[in-house]
C-alpha cells in the first residue's frame, strides 16, 4: 500500500493553523497513525487509528479521515512542533510510512 | 519508563554481515511484538521488519527478504536483527520500536502505532 503525504514541506508562523494529508492506494479502513520527528531525535507517535491522541501528546494535535484521505491538523503551531510529520497505515503487511513532511519556520 | 536501546551498529563491507540488539526495559516484553524501522540519513522512514510477542509471527519488507533475520529473547527483554549480504543500500539509522499489539495474525497489522522508539544505531555499508 502506497501512502501519499502533501505537502512534501510548508512553512508556517507559530500560531498558524497548519494541516498535512496523507492518501492511500487503497482502503485501510482506520488503521493510520502519525508520528512526529524533530532532527537528530527517533519518531514520536502522535495519533493512532486515525484519529484516536497518544498519552501525553497536546490537543491541538488532532486527526480525521474521510475514505482513504487523512488528515493531520495542528491548530495553533507551537515553537516545539516544527518537525518533520510522518503517516503510517498499519492495515497491511509491509507496514508502510509516507514520505513525510517538513514543517519549517517561515 | 519504557526504554529501547539499539547496539551493533558499524562500518562494515558490502557483502558481510552484522547483528543489531535492541535491549528493552520499562514495560512487559513478552506482551509486545516488536519492529525495525530504517532511515538513510536525511530521507524517510522504512519499516525493516516485526515479530510477534512469542516470536512465530515474522514479516519482512521485501527490500530485506532473505537477507535480514528478526529474533527476539524474550527472558533477556531483547530484540535482534541479524543482518546478512549487506548493500550499500543498507546505510541507514536502525530504530527498534515497540508495538502494543501482540502481532498474532501478522506484526503492526491492526495495530495502534509504534508507542516506544530507540534512538537509533548506525549502519553504514561501504568498501
Known amino acids: 500500500i502506497q501512502m501519499t503525504q502533501s505537502p512534501s514541506s510548508l512553512s508556517a508562523s507559530v500560531g498558524d493553523r497548519v494541516t498535512i494529508t496523507c492518501r492511500a492506494s487503497?482502503?485501510?479502513?482506520?488503521?493510520l497513525n502519525w508520528y512526529q520527528q524533530k532532527p537528530g531525535k527517533a519518531p514520536e507517535l502522535l495519533i493512532f487509528?486515525?484519529?484516536s491522541l497518544q498519552s501525553g501528546v497536546p490537543p491541538r494535535f488532532s486527526g480525521s479521515e474521510s475514505g482513504t484521505d487523512f488528515t493531520l491538523t495542528i491548530s495553533s503551531l507551537q515553537p516545539e512542533d516544527f518537525a518533520t510529520y510522518y503517516c503510517?497505515?498499519?492495515?497491511?503487511?509491509?507496514?508502510?510510512f509516507g514520505g513525510g513532511t517538513k514543517v519549517e519556520i517561515k | 519508563e519504557v526504554q529501547l536501546v539499539e547496539s551493533g551498529g558499524d562500518l562494515v563491507q558490502p557483502g558481510r554481515s552484522l547483528r543489531l540488539s535492541c535491549a528493552a526495559s520499562g514495560f512487559i516484553f513478552n506482551d509486545c511484538s516488536m519492529h525495525w524501522v530504517r532511515q538513510v540519513p536525511g530521507k524517510g522512514l522504512e519499516w525493516v521488519s516485526g515479530?510477534?510477542?512469542?516470536?512465530?509471527?515474522?514479516a519482512y519488507a521485501d527490500s530485506v527478504k532473505g537477507r535480514f533475520a528478526i529474533s527476539r529473547d524474550n527472558a533477556k527483554n531483547s530484540l535482534y536483527l541479524q543482518m546478512n549480504n549487506l548493500t550499500p543500500e543498507d546505510t541507514a539509522f536502525y530504530f527498534c520500536a515497540k508495538d502494543p499489539g501482540e502481532g498474532t495474525y501478522s506484526p503492526g497489522v491492526g495495530g495502534l502505532g509504534f508507542d516506544a522508539w530507540g534512538q537509533g544505531t548506525l549502519v553504514t555499508v561501504s568498501s
Open positions: 515479530i510477534s510477542w512469542n516470536g512465530d509471527k515474522i
Open positions: 487503497q482502503s485501510i479502513s482506520s488503521y
Open positions: 487509528a486515525a484519529s
Open positions: 503510517q497505515q498499519s492495515y497491511s503487511s509491509p507496514l508502510t
